[in-house]
């Protein structure tokens, strides 16, 4: 794949500003998917199960057969105030998107029922929750994160996850974009535990992520960013939070994920001209 910078000198980088509250029935920004519902009010997002620090048991050795080297394991999460809905023209909607272990999981739409796990490897799990528009887009709102640490077995010694030191969580992009959705690929962030604003505040951190290998880019301003007619190719991108020019050292304040651009749709052929009509008589 060429050079990132040579390939995207035309497209724009722009990043959608972020309001004072969240949005009620936003239209959405990308063409092709559902738009927005709701909020009815402040987002609350809870992990019912498992809960902190808890130890699920292995299950017992069946004769005959080699030992279990993971248990099922049962995610229950509620929702207030926002409405999770899969629009079945498109198969995109409103979700709960669950990292596991910073691995972004497929939406979960129906969270009246648990999200199962039928063998989870031995050892320390963290599990991130949060929601997000059909076009991957965060809620914003401090209520409508969380975040358990749990075992499986047995813990491994690997950090927990603290809600109160500065961590960053990918929400997109992920997969494959194909057709239509080639032209605008949307890159979003949680970010718990710093509020974002400018090196000038020495309380705040700055969001600084690098796309393959163009130079790296600083956000002061907590909001998506729009990457335009990326070129075709497996991408890859990593993220960070920084306090002016020292990154911070902490379990889960740098993140990576990747994607891949497919060819974007082919224009539909002109229609042939229609035969002409046989001549009288």
Not at 187 to 206: L, N, W
Request: glycine content about 8%; overall charge neutral; proline content about 13%.
């Amino acid at each position: 794949m060429k050079p990132f910078a040579a390939l995207f000198a035309s497209a724009l980088l722009a990043t959608m500003p972020l309001a004072a509250q969240t949005p009620v029935d936003p239209k959405s920004p990308i063409p092709g998917y559902p738009d927005g519902r709701g909020p009815k009010g402040p987002v609350t997002v809870k992990i019912v199960s498992p809960t902190a620090d808890e130890v699920i048991p292995l299950p017992a050795a069946v004769e005959g057969q080699p030992a279990p080297k993971g248990a099922r394991v049962e995610v229950k999460v509620t929702v207030e105030n926002f409405e999770t809905f899969k629009d079945e023209a498109t198969g995109r909607g409103q979700h709960v998107q669950l990292v596991l272990d910073g691995r972004v999981l497929p939406d979960w739409f129906q969270t009246d029922k648990p999200w199962v796990f039928p063998a989870l490897p031995k050892g320390t799990h963290t599990l991130l929750a949060f929601v997000q528009r059909p076009w991957q887009e965060s809620i914003r709102e401090p209520g409508a994160f969380a975040a358990v640490t749990f075992h499986v077995g047995e813990k491994n010694g690997k950090p927990g996850f603290d809600i109160a030191q500065p961590a960053v969580t990918v929400g997109a992009p992920r997969g494959k974009f194909k057709g239509a959705d080639v032209a605008k690929i949307l890159f979003d962030v949680y970010v718990t535990g710093c509020k974002v604003g400018p090196a000038t505040d020495p309380e705040a951190c700055q969001i600084v992520y690098r796309l393959n290998q163009d130079p790296q880019q600083t956000l002061t301003v907590w909001a998506p960013v729009i990457w335009e007619n990326l070129p075709v190719g497996k991408h890859s991108y990593i993220v960070a939070l920084y306090r002016g020019e020292k990154r911070i050292e902490a379990p889960f304040a740098l993140a990576q994920g990747y994607f891949e651009v497919d060819a974007p749709a082919a224009p539909a052929a002109p229609a042939a001209p229609a035969a002409p009509a046989p001549p009288a008589g």
